[in-house]
Every structure is written in structure tokens, then in C-alpha cells.
């Protein structure tokens, strides 16, 4: 048995209950194959990618809080710092009921490399609770941030670790998770990012994830020999990585049709209004029923269904494994040239082999929606050097990490034999990185 094999056959076992994570560490160790056979010998020796697959460290803890009519409440806490060779933990919290050990852990792990392929010095973490924000209180949230930070704020430091949001975790709860560090420490430093403008937040965070992912989907199709300006765009997700995408691709000459929610999905001929997405959905909090109610062009769908319609780039940014075989196969129907993941892990792996197989253009999410991450990033320097840099410089060092991150994929799927399979050209890219940390740092 390969040594490989061995390692995902111990994953298997270890982790049964935890489908979410063995999707992932499958999928990127099957396309890190040919780079740990070559360096079998060494790998095993030292165990490097039974580290690389075993977090570093799982803290799970329990977040009491108490509701506006005073009935207690107790969810569960997670932060799973999983690798810091190249750097502090960095990584996002997650507030959603699906969230569990599983899920934290698939999205550390995956950010592992998503974090290594920016070229910035992060490493990679993820967390979260199973707390659900949607329809509480601003005191309630507020009261269960503090729980929540107030056995979170032990682990985690501007050099140490440095979350971030995610889903659920908006710049509401950033600012009372900031609050509480603060409050408890009594240190004002970049130990969250995400943050408000005039506590420490950069410009250009709310807006980079979807940035970012058109910035790389125009530098893979302009390598390829396509031009962005014109083509039909699908989206699925109505949330900030799917306005944000929408709107730079209107920018950047295309035209975006469809977002989502999770009730049902919007179809417009016209083109996505981005005005009045927003408004729907950062101001009124409504759901897409009340976009198509006041666009006569829109047409609303219950359930889903954004990827059956005809386009030349889908881009789902909405959640895990939304596109399917069946979507891939409705895709690859309709001519799709390229489908660029904003979400983490939207595609199934038999999805995915589909789209390579019918030579789709496919870039995964740990390349195509760093762009929130690098951002991140950019936000902890400009707090280390107690600086503030204008939209247009962060913007323009975003599109530039973008590019980079497009260009080493795709030179290191060239080097190792996968030409045009930008999934395997991330792994690696990313992977070197930090297994040439881990080999330099010894046994720990």
C-alpha cells in the first residue's frame, strides 16, 4: 500500500463521523499523489503528512448565554488551530446550527493551503458554534459573543492566532467579539480582522472574497486565451461573496444572471441589479421574494436550480457542496468554459472529476476566494504598523495576490504533469510551501 493510502485509510478510520473532513483531505492527498510518491521515503521518515492532516490543536468549550426573556441557552465552541509553519493561525468563525467538528475541521484544513498560496506569512485555523444569529437580538448576540470570546480569547493573539468571520459572523459580531478581547486583555491589537473602519478594519474586506475570485477568473480566461467582457455569468449565493462577484463582474464588462438563498434562487435576463440585492439583503435582511418583487425582469425559483441555466462561467459562492454531478452534467450541457468556486468546497468531488473530464476550466475555492484571506492579511499589517491604506492600494495589492496565486497553480500543475488542472496545480502550489516549513522546523 502507498503511503497514501496508508494515510487516508488511517484518516478513515479515525475520523468516521466526520464525512466533511475526509472529502477534503481525500481530495487534496489524491492530487498530491504523485508529489508524495516521489518523496516517499522522506515523507515517511518524518510523518509529514500524517501532520499535515492531524490538527495541531482542537479546542472545543461550551458557550453559555442567556436570551432576552432570560432562558439560558448552551451551544458548542470550536477552534481548531491546524497548522502554523508558515505563520499564526488565521483562519474564520463560523455561527450557523450545521456547524460541527467536522466542518471546522475540513475548513482548516483547506485553509492550510488557501493561506500558503497567498504568499503571506498565515497559517491555517478555523472555528465556529452551532449558535444561529439569524432572528435573535442585538442584545442577544451580543451576550453570546462574549461568552463565546471569553473562553476563545485564552487561544488566540495577534501573533498567535487571528480569526475572522465567516458565515453568521458579520461586522456585528466582530465588533462584540473585539470588544470582549479588549476588554478582558486590555490589549488593543490586530487580533481579529474583519473589523470596523474606525476600530482597526481595513477597506476593500467587505468586498474582497468576491473581488478576488473575478480578479483570478479573468486571469485564468485571459491565459486561456478568453476575454471576461461579455460573457453570461451564473452566481448562486446572495450573501457578501456573491454580491461582491456580482458587482466586479459587472465592472469588469460581464454579465452575472442569477443569485440564491436558501428559500429559492433569482433568474435575470436583464442582469443582476446590485443596488437593490444589496438593499434586499444587507439592509432589509429579506428574502430574494422581495428582489423579484420589485424587478419586472426577475424571475424567482423556489429551491434551487441557478446552475441549469445557460452560461459561460458559474461561480457558486453560496455553501458546500451545492454544484453537483447533476449540475456539472447540466453545466457541460450548456457550454459552460469555466466554473470558479467563491464558497468553500461548493463542488462534490464527482462533480469536479466531471468538470476536469469534460475540460471545463475549474479553479477550487482554496485559489479562487482567498482573496477574503489576503485581504485578512493585508488588514494585520496595516494594525502592526498602525496604518490605514486607501481602498485603491488594497485593492490593487489584492488583484495582484490574486493574479500571483492564478500564475503558481498553474506553473505548478505544468511542473508536475497536470497542465490545465488548476485543482491539483493549488494543491500543490500550496502544499510545497508548507511541507518545505514543516521539513525546516523538525518534529513538532
Known amino acids: 500500500m502507498s503511503y497514501t493510502d496508508e494515510v487516508l485509510s488511517m484518516l478513515a478510520e479515525k475520523n468516521a463521523s466526520q464525512p466533511e473532513f475526509l472529502q477534503a483531505t481525500k481530495e487534496v492527498l489524491e492530487s498530491l499523489r504523485t508529489v508524495i510518491d516521489a518523496n516517499e521515503a522522506e515523507y515517511r521518515k518524518t510523518a509529514l503528512i ?41 483562519g474564520g468563525l463560523r455561527f450557523h446550527p450545521s456547524v460541527n467538528l467536522s466542518i471546522i475541521k475540513f475548513l482548516g484544513f483547506e485553509q492550510i493551503f488557501k493561506n500558503s498560496l497567498t504568499g503571506l506569512p498565515i497559517g491555517g485555523g478555523k472555528g465556529g458554534c452551532d449558535f444561529d444569529p439569524h432572528g435573535k437580538s442585538d442584545a442577544e448576540v451580543m451576550r453570546f459573543c462574549q461568552s463565546f470570546m471569553t473562553e476563545l480569547y485564552k487561544y488566540i493573539g495577534a501573533d498567535v492566532d487571528v480569526p475572522a468571520g465567516d458565515i453568521g459572523v458579520g461586522g456585528r459580531e466582530i465588533g462584540y467579539l473585539y470588544g470582549q478581547y479588549k476588554r478582558i486583555t486590555g490589549l488593543y491589537e490586530g487580533v481579529l480582522t474583519g473589523k470596523g473602519l474606525t476600530y482597526g478594519g481595513s477597506l476593500a474586506r467587505t468586498q474582497a472574497t468576491g473581488y478576488g475570485l473575478l480578479y483570478l477568473t479573468q486571469e485564468m480566461l485571459k491565459s486561456n486565451g ?219
Open 226 to 444: 478568453i476575454d471576461l467582457e461579455g460573457k453570461t455569468l451564473v452566481v448562486s449565493g446572495a450573501g457578501n461573496v456573491a454580491t461582491y462577484a456580482i458587482e466586479k463582474a459587472q465592472q469588469l464588462g460581464a454579465k452575472p444572471v442569477t443569485c440564491s438563498d436558501s428559500t429559492g434562487w433569482i433568474y435575470d435576463p436583464e442582469g443582476i441589479d446590485v443596488a437593490l440585492l444589496k438593499e434586499v439583503k444587507e439592509v432589509k435582511r429579506a428574502r430574494l421574494t422581495e428582489y423579484a418583487a420589485q424587478r419586472p425582469s426577475a424571475q424567482y425559483h423556489e429551491g434551487k436550480g441557478v446552475f441549469s441555466v445557460k452560461c459561460d462561467v458559474a461561480l457558486p459562492c453560496a455553501t458546500q457542496n451545492e454544484l453537483t454531478l447533476e449540475d456539472a452534467k447540466l453545466l457541460v450541457a450548456n457550454g459552460v468554459t469555466a466554473v470558479c468556486e467563491g464558497a468553500n468546497m461548493p463542488t462534490t468531488y464527482e462533480a469536479t472529476e466531471y468538470l476536469l473530464a469534460n475540460k471545463v476550466l475549474f479553479v477550487g475555492g482554496k485559489a479562487a476566494n482567498a482573496g477574503g484571506v489576503a485581504t485578512s492579511a493585508l488588514e494585520m499589517s496595516q494594525n502592526s504598523e498602525r496604518l490605514s491604506w486607501t481602498f485603491e492600494e488594497v485593492d490593487n495589492k489584492l488583484h495582484g495576490i490574486m493574479v500571483n496565486i492564478f500564475h503558481n497553480l498553474d506553473e505548478a500543475a505544468k511542473e508536475y504533469g497536470f497542465a490545465g488542472n488548476y485543482v491539483a496545480g493549488a494543491n500543490i502550489a500550496g502544499f510545497l510551501k508548507v511541507a518545505d516549513a514543516m521539513k525546516a522546523q523538525g518534529l513538532v
Open 50 to 90: 500524517e501532520r499535515l492532516v492531524t490538527p495541531e490543536r482542537q479546542i472545543l468549550f461550551r458557550v453559555p448565554w442567556v436570551d432576552d426573556n432570560g432562558v439560558a441557552h448552551v451551544n458548542n465552541g470550536y477552534r481548531v488551530q491546524f497548522n502554523s509553519a508558515i505563520g499564526p493561525y488565521k
